[in-house]
């Protein structure tokens, strides 16, 4: 079991927390708005709690679930109360059209976030490339990871491995800028190719 924690009330939320209770992990929820938390905690169900928004988390592993606007300035709001967190970020930069990206074309929000994080804490990029509404489904789906950390990174593999998913280790922080740019294929194919958003990038393995 794993203690993790959920900054955000929002759909990407809601499918992680719920895998996360149905494998038997332990989860916070936090918002800035009290309330959205609670109901999100109930709707959870199996013992989630909620956590004051900018105190430590109770998880070891912080899911960072907010759009990515908003991902770096909470981090750096958090400060301290982030030291020696495993700290995941699940969001795309997108611009407004989401048909490319509203960050430099050599850095992340990952790589941004790790700018501003305590030295102690790790940053892991995970679960960009997978839309919420696929994720609720639960289905066997291919996380990539990136991070510096190979501990941290071990840490969140597990993790994602009791949601009944599969880990898949891209390198380090870097990376990250290209699962974001991964992030803008799916939408893509959403819009174009594949024509829904019921579908998720994965890798296929021979032999």
């Known amino acids: ?3 993790i924690s ?3 009330t929002g759909n990407m939320a809601r499918a992680i927390g719920a895998l996360a209770i149905a494998g038997g992990n332990a989860v916070e929820i936090i ?3 009290p309330s ?6 109930k709707a959870l169900g199996g013992g989630a709690t909620t956590g004051e928004f900018g105190a430590v988390p109770a998880g070891e592993i912080v899911v960072v679930a907010l759009l990515y606007a908003n991902v770096v300035p909470v981090v750096a709001q958090y400060g301290n109360a982030l030291a020696d967190k495993v700290i995941v970020d699940i969001s ?25 994080a305590p ?10 490339t997978i839309f919420g509404v696929v ?14 950390d190979t501990s941290a990174k071990a840490g969140v593999e597990r993790f994602v491995e009791s949601l009944g998913l599969r880990p898949r280790d891209v390198g380090g922080l870097n990376m990250a800028h290209w699962l974001e740019g991964a992030g803008l294929i799916v939408m893509g194919l959403a819009r174009n190719g594949v024509g829904n958003f019921d579908f998720a990038l994965g890798a296929t393995t021979f032999g």
């Open 1 to 3: 079991m794993t203690n």
């Open 6 to 8: 959920i900054i955000g």
């Open 31 to 33: 918002g800035r708005d």
């Open 36 to 41: 959205k938390a609670a109901d999100l905690a």
């Open 92 to 116: 795309n930069p997108f611009n407004a059209g989401a048909d490319g990206l509203a960050l430099a074309h050599d850095t992340s929000v990952a790589q941004e976030v790790a700018k501003v």
């Open 119 to 128: 030295a102690s804490a790790s940053v892991v990029k995970a679960f960009n």
């Open 135 to 148: 994720l609720e489904q639960g289905r066997p789906l291919d996380v990539f990871i990136a991070g510096d």
